[in-house]
């Protein structure tokens, strides 16, 4: 029995670390950086200063000992898609493969999230019972709030009952420019 724990103790102790392609890029709003594994895209900053710092701060929380590769890699399409929405070329993000990383709570509001048409808003209550948890409109708040995808689950499209323009991590002015820009403004 003592050699089958340390056998299985040893395997994972030497199992390969989870591949991530982490990239740094230019776009119309500032630089960005975006990481994916092969599943899809894990993270991504929002537009301007320390984004590239902000990713690998989610990497650390998101995918623990990662061998991260820096460079375009496979993440040279997903940024174009970043850019392109950026520069108001792209409507929509959702055709993006992602590898979302969080709790079943999280995941079905940022799935929710992803199914608001490009240039629409939400209300944090219709976002919460959209997401199967009705009642839940703060702990909705509080999901957008960790989401580290922010362009391509668009929590940027989130309002507040009343259909004022509420909290956003990259600030108000950048949260209505991302509106502007999905109304064709």
Same mark, same amino acid.
């Given at each position: 029995?003592?050699? &089958?724990?340390?056998?299985?103790?040893?395997?994972?102790?030497?199992?390969?670390?989870?591949?991530?392609?982490?990239?740094?890029?230019?776009?119309?709003?500032?630089?960005?950086?975006?990481?994916?594994?092969?599943?899809?895209?894990?993270?991504?900053?929002?537009?301007?200063?320390?984004?590239?710092?902000?990713?690998?701060?989610?990497? #650390?929380?998101?995918?623990?000992?990662?061998?991260?590769?820096?460079?375009?890699? #496979? &993440?040279?399409?997903?940024?174009?898609?970043?850019?392109?929405?950026?520069?108001?070329?792209? #409507?929509?993000?959702?055709?993006?493969?992602?590898?979302?990383?969080?709790?079943?709570?999280?995941?079905?509001?940022?799935?929710?999230?992803?199914?608001?048409?490009?240039?629409?808003?939400?209300?944090?209550?219709?976002?919460?019972?959209?997401?199967?948890?009705?009642?839940?409109?703060?702990?909705?708040?509080?999901? &957008?709030?960790? &989401?580290?995808?922010?362009?391509?689950?668009?929590?940027?499209?989130?309002?507040?009952?009343?259909?004022?323009?509420?909290?956003?991590?990259?600030?108000?002015?950048?949260?209505?420019?991302?509106?502007?820009?999905?109304?064709?403004?």
């Amino acid at each position: 029995m003592r050699r &089958n724990v340390a056998t299985r103790a040893t395997a994972r102790a030497v199992s390969p670390a989870e591949d991530v392609h982490l990239t740094e890029f230019d776009t119309p709003l500032g630089r960005m950086a975006l990481a994916s594994t092969p599943r899809g895209v894990v993270a991504c900053s929002l537009p301007g200063a320390g984004a590239g710092a902000q990713v690998r701060r989610e990497l #650390r929380r998101r995918v623990p000992g990662a061998a991260i590769t820096e460079g375009p890699g #496979r &993440n040279a399409p997903w940024v174009a898609a970043a850019r392109e929405f950026l520069a108001g070329r792209r #409507r929509d993000l959702s055709d993006v493969p992602l590898d979302l990383r969080g709790t079943d709570f999280q995941r079905a509001v940022w799935t929710a999230l992803r199914r608001v048409p490009c240039g629409g808003t939400i209300s944090y209550g219709e976002l919460a019972a959209r997401a199967g948890h009705p009642g839940a409109a703060r702990a909705c708040g509080a999901a &957008n709030g960790s &989401n580290p995808l922010p362009l391509f689950v668009p929590c940027h499209r989130t309002i507040g009952a009343d259909g004022s323009l509420t909290g956003f991590g990259g600030g108000l002015p950048l949260k209505r420019r991302l509106l502007e820009l999905e109304r064709g403004a």
